[in-house]
């Protein structure tokens, strides 16, 4: 008894957090992720879902972002990272939404952190020295986005699967999206915040042969030469 007495207020908090009335007729689910901490929810989902710390209980966390939503706060960062990484800020924001709902706090159940949920070899390679920072998790996770786009050929659905289950999985299902539960709805889930392009588009590599010291120098560019011979490589993948 005593045990329940202590676990049904933290279901009340909870489904304040949740957007519910606690007299309301909902069904609470629960589970303990993979740290030990009961997770609270109101509807059934994967281990794998993103969740959120709840204020004054640290052992309890839930499915949906605590805050009452993105109200621009990160527009700034947004556009500016978006702009130097060529990312159309629609995307970013769809990202942002469905990886963190713009809780720069957010921990999934695998240990992906903040706004783009950076899993920490992620961030360590992408100079992300503090994953939970805005600036910092912003700037690391539109770069990491568009590697993963310029691997896909700007296939922006792939670069989308790749983002969630990893580029590796998208090469061993012969570069399509991987058929998981996970990165299925994933992918769905960003393709309701902006349109996502499936198609991919070449790339147009310029060779250019110079002498150098005798020798024969090739240098291949994606910028195309002001001035002098070159060759087009088509290098569709």
Do not use: C
Not at 41 to 51: E, G, P, Q, W, Y
Not at 139 to 156: C, H, I, P, S
Request: no cysteine; charged share 20%.
């Amino acid at each position: 008894m005593y045990g329940i007495q202590r676990f049904l207020p933290v279901v009340a908090f909870s489904a304040v957090v949740l957007g519910m009335s606690p007299h309301a007729q909902a069904q609470i689910y629960s589970w303990r992720d993979a740290n030990g901490s009961l997770v609270l929810s109101d509807r059934t989902t994967s281990s794998a879902a993103a969740t959120y710390r709840v204020a004054h209980a640290t052992s309890v966390r839930v499915t949906r972002p605590p805050s009452s939503g993105y109200l621009g706060n990160y527009e700034p960062l947004i556009i500016r990272h978006a702009a130097a990484n060529n990312l159309r800020p629609d995307l970013v924001r769809a990202v942002i939404q469905v990886e963190s709902g713009f809780n720069p706090r957010a921990v999934s159940a695998k240990g992906a952190m903040g706004l783009m949920q950076l899993m920490p070899d992620t961030a360590s390679e992408l100079g992300v020295g503090n994953p939970f920072n805005p600036a910092e998790n912003i700037k690391g996770g539109t770069v990491y986005l568009r590697r993963l786009l310029d691997k896909f050929n700007n296939n922006e659905e792939l670069a989308l699967a790749a983002y969630n289950a990893g580029p590796e999985a998208v090469d061993r299902y012969g570069q399509r999206v991987p058929p998981y539960r996970e990165t299925l709805n994933y992918v769905r889930e960003v393709k309701k915040q902006t349109a996502v392009s499936s198609s991919s588009s070449r790339r147009i590599i310029y060779k250019t042969v110079q002498i150098v010291d005798g020798r024969r120098v090739t240098t291949y560019t994606d910028t195309k030469p002001s001035s002098g011979r070159y060759e087009i490589v088509d290098t569709r993948r």
